[in-house]
């Protein structure tokens, strides 16, 4: 019998066509796959002959795919996640999970999810666990392109087609310098703490944005911000100058070893904490593999 034109596809070609839309670059999908640049190009165009279609335009300097290409990338990553559920199911026919679990959380999540995964990795030794961090904003991208198992952030999008579960609380504290003029006040007004210099993360950070909303919700604005690449630099900033000025609004976490130092102060405003939940989230009906459903009821275990 003949096979039809698709049925020549080859795992290859899925692999090195994914990898272009992950990175929207042949050379980065190149680099990440070990192969040689025209070796890209030359499975793309092969994979284009077959769907007899462009996958691929270029627009200025920029990759994006085609209708055709959508098309393409939402079977292929279909055909993947089928192919690793196939093999978790053969591992449990031997009474043991094993293989890999993609899991994408926000960066205020790296303190949280180690324990989770340590406790998990104990029971399921031949289990490994692959951490993408990104910012809120691309994470929902991510979740949308279908590329992790599930994904852990806080702020689930009402709209987004999104399937979550909150599992942990996540609270957001304000923060000064022990010299701060409001360092030692009892209680704060929210637009006491306006007055004076936020050190924000990027536009995209999941804090940054649930900040915003509180003082939306407050009838209160912003008025001075200092943006800064991470929470990292952000607490640096404040730990370096003992009568810095500025203030920062970040996860307890993150505060707590410098408060108990003494080189933070925590600040009881008004309304906070800020309280949200951390969810564990993916796209409404995908089928998980059963490591992402062993790791999700883990989540839900008391601990």
């Known amino acids: 019998m003949k096979l039809s034109v698709l049925q020549r596809l080859t795992l290859r070609q899925i692999d090195v066509f994914l990898a272009v839309c992950q990175h929207r670059s042949y050379s980065r999908a190149a680099e990440q796959l070990a192969l040689t640049q025209p070796a890209v190009s030359s499975q793309i165009r092969s994979l284009e002959a077959l769907t007899q ?117 996540h609270q957001l504290i304000a923060v000064v310098c022990p010299g701060h003029p409001l360092a030692s006040k009892p209680g704060v007004a929210l637009q006491e703490l306006l007055a004076y210099r936020l050190l924000s993360r990027e536009p995209g950070s999941g804090c940054a944005q649930i900040f915003e909303e509180f003082c939306q919700q407050q009838s209160c604005v912003i008025k001075q911000r200092r943006r800064l690449g991470s929470n990292q630099a952000i607490l640096f900033t404040l730990l370096v100058d003992g009568d810095c000025m500025d203030y920062a609004v970040l996860p307890r976490h993150v505060v707590e070893p410098g408060i108990a130092a003494g080189q933070l102060k925590s600040l009881a405003v008004n309304g906070m904490p800020i309280r949200r939940s951390w969810c564990s989230a993916y796209l409404r009906g995908k089928h998980l593999n059963p490591l992402a459903e062993a790791f999700l009821a883990a989540l839900q275990a008391p601990v």
Do not use: W
């Open 53 to 169: 279609q462009p996958l691929f335009n270029y627009i200025g300097k920029q990759l994006y795919l085609t209708a055709a290409g959508e098309l393409v990338a939402r079977a292929a990553r279909e055909i993947k996640q089928r192919l690793v559920h196939l093999e978790i199911e053969l591992t449990e026919m031997h009474g043991r999970l094993s293989g890999r679990l993609n899991i994408a959380i926000e960066t205020s999540a790296d303190y949280l999810l180690p324990g989770y995964i340590h406790r998990f990795c104990q029971q399921h030794p031949d289990v490994d666990v692959v951490l993408h961090v990104e910012n809120h904003q691309r994470l929902l991208s991510r979740l949308q392109d279908n590329l992790d198992d599930f994904a852990v952030l806080t702020r689930v999008p009402n709209d987004s087609g999104l399937h979550f579960v909150p599992f942990a609380e």
